[in-house]
């Protein structure tokens, strides 16, 4: 049995008790503000505010298309059932491969690119490493919904994350539009913590990758996020990227159209904010999905 | 075990075989070019184009909101048990309710508004009459997705109705927006028709309503259609309304919102186009999905 999470010792404690609460996020967004470059003051401010950032172009077409090619390779020749890759709840069709910044040279590459992992230094205000890399497949028509998160929660929760100093970026590497199950996030969201309810069991990780079912938000906290701010869900072409904050909410709707979504989502932790171990009390998760460096 | 559809008698046959086809049309989209308003010639030669028109203002914004009204307090209140009444698959929430211009003093009156029946009665060149009226809802954080499909295909197969010579018009009571999983059509698709594959069991509608499992088009014949055409998702206010062809695929996604999306959804059939025995072979659908007069 889990020790569960207090509010005595662990300010961001959630899963316990009956109710939810939206408590006051206690760390900054933007970590360095005299940082020279990549992102401009406006960049930053902006990203304080809304808790994500559009990024049109974050690595050229061509590049996207490259990757886009290596993914679909992958997704035809690794095998479903090894532990890093997740296949759809209803099929054996490959839906996210884990860790591919050390599996694969080509994402390893980028994973590196100084214009990407200067992004996240200077939102961060440190050297950072990654915390998680993977790719995820959007099948066209039948690619499935994810509801609501925080990923923070599960990162503090279940990895061990003490605090909010972590960036995550979704690079598309197909066309990103309305009718492919984007990525959809509630403005304004990363300056509240939603406790949620429960408890987390051990090894959550294997379905909540599939369905998840603890570090649910509620459905009143996420009505009061989006009135307070609102729910965008940024387009774009091949090597456009959003951009967010690990307490950011998002989701995505499922893919009912005849085209793949498929983006290679990387996050960044700070150096100076490593895991612990979990604040939920159980195992650390695989370090496929929280990499301890 | 029920007669199968066949190519020597019926020219939309359908659910036959093991492969799948795109047929042309046989019968004209719009019925009456000559006929005087309310929709204009440039209207009509859209619709006949694109197989759907958005019509941002078909009823007031004051009425529509009293018909919302009038559709939860229905929701509240009817029992989900009801074979009328159709409730979300994991849960007893009301999903639909037909025959609200039977039943409904409210609802009758909007479905007799000239200003609706004329729209219809322009398309289809003739007198018309509800062949069935619904309220959809789609409720807040779990509303479900629906595949594509066209209804034609279901009302041939399963309600006997000979040709293409009926209009939907789906008419927002709430707010219709990106993303309370709005109405998505194939622009063009109404133009050919989609075999499907299989056979129609009986008493199939029971659980079509709530999961659509057979006159489900390819992935191939709807990828061809949206190469061919374009999706399109109409939003609007209350009182909005999109019309479209009985062909026409359409399909939506799940509602992730805080909001739910509701509609008034009205089929206007042709007296011209009188229902005949299921080209299926199966027993005629309850007249609340499939009235004859």
Redesign the interface.
């Known amino acids: 049995m889990p020790q569960t999470s207090s509010l005595d010792t662990d300010p961001y404690a959630s899963r316990f008790g009956n109710s939810w609460e939206l408590a006051p996020r206690l760390d900054p967004v933007v970590w360095d503000w005299d940082a020279s470059g990549p992102l401009s003051r406006q960049q930053l401010s902006d990203f304080e505010d809304r808790g994500y950032s559009a990024l049109p172009q974050l690595v050229s077409t061509n590049r996207a298309r490259s990757l886009l090619a290596e993914a679909r390779y992958l997704q035809s020749t690794l095998d479903p059932n090894l532990d890093h890759v997740i296949s759809e709840p209803t099929s054996q069709e490959i839906r996210s491969i884990f860790r591919v910044h050390q599996d694969n040279e080509y994402f390893a590459k980028v994973c590196r690119d100084e214009s990407i992992v200067a992004v996240a230094r200077q939102i961060l205000g440190s050297d950072v490493y990654l915390h998680q890399s993977r790719i995820n497949f959007k099948p ?2 039948q690619g499935k ?1 994810f ?2 998160h925080s990923d923070f929660e599960t990162w503090h929760m279940e990895d061990g994350m003490p605090r909010m100093r972590a960036v995550s970026i979704s690079i598309s590497l197909t066309e990103n539009d ?2 492919n ?1 984007p990525l ?1 996030l509630v403005s304004g969201s990363h300056k509240s913590y939603v406790r949620c309810v429960g408890e987390t069991p051990d090894e959550h990780f294997r379905s909540s990758l599939k369905n998840q079912e603890y570090g649910v938000p509620s ?1 009143e906290a ?2 009061l996020l ?2 307070q701010g609102e ?1 965008v ?1 940024p387009k774009g072409g091949p090597g456009s990227a959003v951009m967010f904050d690990c307490n950011t909410m998002h ?1 995505s ?2 893919n ?3 085209y793949p979504r498929t983006n290679l989502f990387l996050v960044f932790n700070s150096v100076e904010n490593p895991l612990e171990a979990p604040f939920g009390g159980t195992e650390p998760r695989p370090t496929f999905l929280s990499y301890r460096p």
Chains 1, 2 share one sequence.
Do not use: K, N, Q
């Open positions: 066209a028509f919904e509801f609501w309305e009718f199950g959809m459905r996420l009505h989006v009135e729910i869900a989701a709707v499922g009912l159209s005849p």
